[in-house]
């Protein structure tokens, strides 16, 4: 378990450092500019989609059902999905390019006239092949998942970001827009080509059966849709919000947020995939008291790591955005701009964190609908931040904050109420830590040190931070001592 958890990590983070490669391609290239921001809606629209409608659900929906099942039923239900997913997003597809100007006024409303047109032209004809390849290899994901093969579905994203990467060096060195249209489609189908050998190689072949998914499974579909979806809808609406503010700053919210919520996440995901075969296991064996348990010591863990990496990255933001964005086209004021969103980002950490933690604990024992609920009452607080605020640079970040406290607020309430188990340390914790980081935002916004200053002093803090946790934390320990002892057998042989 140890070891697919190191390589899976490892994968995920090549993955999502890729991204980051990607991200500031664009901003050395166009800077922070309406061209910038048409650049990323059509490079990021495909799988912002694919996630709105479909990949984020689909793990809450297959793997419970998948989870421990032999290889024959794994294979069946995977072909049942993946027809579904094809059938789907043709269409989806269909109704994109029919829509595409549409779409990018409303994903990036701020545009002028000629950058729309370009973005619409790219968005619209990739999608007709991007959308499709991309719901089923989410497919794939999932059937991955359920057998326990985490490493071979982020070797897809892997492949799907040096597609990107590749269209997008083409299109700067030519001149061409449209050859980030062709780098997401190249992306998408060899993502889909990786995820279907290496979701069936060791599976038998589909027996004659049923050719879609029961109408229950369906139902529990619409349902994760709508919570994960909505959690999608936060980053659509915060970056529309921030675009309608001037060219170039979509840019700003993408560049901060893709920075700022990049360790985290990388970790959480791993994590969360391996947690949610585990709760959801105990919690099919009657065994809630020990699924109880291991979320309320995974939370707090991820909420202690989280507050964390947001202390380090605030004391770092100027530094990393400097070392990161600091060429080409990106001037001062601009990179400026970056770090100051960045450690608003960091700020909401410890809400993303809960949010993850309480999201796979209801989906172990199929609490979909209180997700919708939660996400829901976020994505209502979004709306009203966003249209009482005037449109200036920080309303979109100040309806992203509005849009995970209140989303995290109703799922904590539901699963308390769920488990008869408040968590009243751990909603401790996460108060803690939410005024210890806005204060130390505060403090570094007024005396704003050197980035090179900032930079060393992150890095002793996350150090010594980390050191701490390996110590303290009964995770931590946990992991120091597998390592270590895996270490030792090592020597021993």
Known sequence: MLRIFSLSLLLLAASRLLGLVRDVVVATQFGLSGHADAALVVLSFPDLAVSLLWGAAIPAVMVPRMAGRDAAQIATEGARWSRLAAVLFMLTGAGVWWGRQTIVHLLAPGLSAPDSVLAAQSLGWSALIALPAGAVAMVGNAMLQAQGRLQWQYMGQVVFNLGLIGGLIVAAQTGAFGWIAVGVVIAALLRLLLMHRASRAALPAVAPGRAWPEASSLYALVLALAASGLTVLYTLAARALMSD??????????????????????????ASALALARLSAAQSQGDSARAQWETRQWLRSMLWLSALIALA???????????????????????????????????????????????TRLNSHRRIADQVL???????????????????????????????????????????????DAQWRNAGVLLAVLLVLAAAGAALQASNPPWALGLCLAGGLFAAGTGALLHLDPLGRLVRDRYTSRRQRRRAS
């Open 245 to 270: 503010a001037g060219p170039g700053q979509l840019g700003v919210f993408q560049y901060a947020q893709r920075v700022g919520e990049l360790p985290l996440h990388t970790v959480f995901a791993v």
């Open 313 to 359: 990255g605030m004391v770092a933001a100027p530094g990393i955005v400097r070392l990161l964005f600091g060429w080409g086209r990106m001037m001062p004021d601009a990179q400026l701009q970056v770090a100051d969103a960045m450690r608003w980002i960091l700020l909401l950490l410890p809400l993303q964190a809960a949010q993850l933690v309480l999201a």
């Open 374 to 420: 939660g996400y829901g009452a976020g994505l209502v607080a979004l709306a009203a931040v966003g249209t009482l605020l005037p449109a200036l640079p920080w309303r979109g970040l100040a309806a992203y904050g509005a849009a995970w406290t209140v989303a995290v607020i109703v799922l904590w309430w539901r699963l308390a109420r769920h488990q008869a």
